[in-house]
């Protein structure tokens, strides 16, 4: 199942990204060019899940709780986009930067009413993942206080959803429409006409190391609040991260729990291996 979905995610941010790069069509057409994309990539996935058993709990988990999300916050963002773009005031520059200001009050909204299952999902924790990410042990669902960040449908389809993963998503979502709505308003007050939001641009850079240490290198850039000044969480990171050298990390948070197992002399075998390379390069150019 999980290959399936990787290929599938694949597929569906080419043609996301080959939507973006045709210049013939214009705005409207192409969000509903990258619409229709992605409501036929997350309803092939459906027909997927539901002629598919899981293996173990274990599997149905990381399914709903990585996999998932990632098709699904991508419509939720287009989606928001369409809408901002159609509802942008042809006003003064004070009405248009007030109609971006309100986009990210509605983020600040839903964080707030979902905060605590937010702190969840960044602690690394799992002790709820079986309520939360397997289907059918949900104690209530959240239809309410998404409406107003998410304009696709809430599946309510109890064999693809578990509720839940539909937080996730837009957790996903709203932090990548935040980013830019707020490049987007730094943009106006420099007096510069905001970019077209797009799809993410293909990194030229690839990852040839074990996935393992770009994971490790992903919990160190988090922990040390490297990043946006600390202000971003784990499953942002790692969705960027996943986004531009175009490869699935898988269960970050197991892979986490594999580092620490690690004898305590190799835990944290790459920034091990970089500090020692980066020394010993500083050593040979001190004796030249």
């Not at 999300?69 to 159609?86: D, G, M, N, Q, V």
């Not at 160190?220 to 960027?240: M, P, R």
């Not at 920034?271 to 040979?284: G, I, P």
């Amino acid at each position: 199942m999980r290959e399936q979905a990787e290929k599938l995610y694949d597929h569906l941010v080419a043609g996301l990204r080959e939507a973006e790069a045709m210049p013939s069509l214009t705005t409207a057409q192409r969000h509903e060019t990258n619409l229709k994309l992605l409501n036929e990539a997350i309803q092939e996935l459906k027909k997927l899940v539901i002629d598919y058993s899981f293996q173990n709990e274990a599997d149905e988990i990381e399914f709903f709780r990585y996999i998932k999300p990632k098709f699904t916050s991508l419509l939720i963002y287009h989606s928001r986009l369409a809408l901002i773009e159609l509802r942008l005031p042809l006003g003064s520059l004070k009405d248009v930067r007030k109609h971006y200001e309100n986009e990210l009050l509605l983020i600040r909204f839903f964080y707030d009413d979902h905060l605590q299952f937010y702190h969840y999902l960044n602690s690394g924790a799992t002790f709820l993942d079986a309520k939360y990410f397997v289907r059918g042990n949900c104690d209530f669902p959240f239809y309410y206080s998404v409406s107003a960040l998410s304009t696709s449908a809430l599946d309510t389809d109890t064999r693809f959803t578990t509720h839940y993963d539909f937080i996730v998503a837009c957790f996903q979502a709203s932090e990548r429409l935040r980013d830019y709505l707020v490049k987007t308003l730094m943009l106006l007050e420099g007096g510069k006409i905001p970019e077209k939001p797009g799809s993410p641009e293909k990194g030229t850079l690839r990852w040839t190391g074990p996935k393992i240490y770009l994971v490790e290198l992903v919990y160190a850039l988090h922990v040390s609040g490297q990043l946006n000044n600390g202000n971003i969480g784990l499953t942002e990171i790692v969705h960027q991260v996943e986004e531009f050298f175009q490869m699935s990390l898988g269960n970050v948070f197991r892979s986490f729990q594999e580092m620490r197992q690690r004898k305590k002399d190799s835990r944290i075998k790459l920034l091990d291996v970089m500090k020692e390379r980066l020394v010993q390069r500083m050593d040979e150019l001190d004796e030249e």
